[in-house]
């Protein structure tokens, strides 16, 4: 038995008259090769704006950082990309996860930023995000996993289900039958 077009991720993001009713934006997330801090702070421009939809993104990292609980700094380098021991990590504008549409800008002087002050604005696209490996496995085989119910538990150790007038489900005693 294979997946349902609703459960195969493969299936999503299919346009036109094939597309299938996906899970919540929160669900699909959990099938994307992620870090935990990637995954907060992709659910807090969820929250911000309906990222997931096609709306711009255009919090400040001060106010991702208070829905996500990361810091301001690790949001810019989760964004941007880092290097760290030598080794570079790239961000979510790298990797085309998110596309710049317009850049941060401050006023000259601290009197002038209340009337100059623009965040940046991110566009999100959810197509440049890859699966998990273990779930690519999973969908390539094209086989349902049996619970191990099914697979192999024998017989004998499947045991009919009480009648309701004798007890309650859980070895209790009905308590009619005392009287």
């Not at 702070?41 to 709306?55: N, P, Q, S, V, Y």
């Not at 255009?58 to 829905?67: F, N, V, Y």
């Not at 002038?112 to 604005?121: H, K, V």
């Amino acid at each position: 038995m294979s997946l349902s077009p609703k459960d195969d991720p493969r299936t999503w993001l299919v346009p036109g008259p094939r597309a299938v009713a996906r899970p919540p934006f929160q669900a699909r997330l959990l099938y994307y090769d992620i870090t935990k801090s990637q995954f907060a702070l992709l659910r807090a421009m969820r929250e911000h704006a309906r990222i997931d939809e096609g709306e711009l993104c255009d919090a400040s990292p001060k106010t991702l950082g208070e829905i996500s609980g990361l810091s301001r700094k690790h949001i810019y380098n989760l964004i941007h990309g880092w290097t760290r021991n030598g080794r570079y990590t790239p961000g979510f504008l790298e990797l085309k996860v998110l596309e710049r549409k317009r850049k941060a800008k401050r006023g000259p002087l601290p009197a002038q930023r209340d009337q100059t002050n623009r965040t940046a604005a991110y566009l999100f696209h959810e197509w440049a995000l890859r699966l998990k490996p273990e779930l690519l496995k999973r969908l390539e085989a094209g086989v349902q996993q049996r619970l191990p119910m099914e697979a192999g538990l024998p017989k004998v150790f499947r045991q009919p289900l009480p009648k309701s007038d004798q007890s309650c489900g859980n070895g209790c005693r009905n308590p009619r039958s005392f009287r």
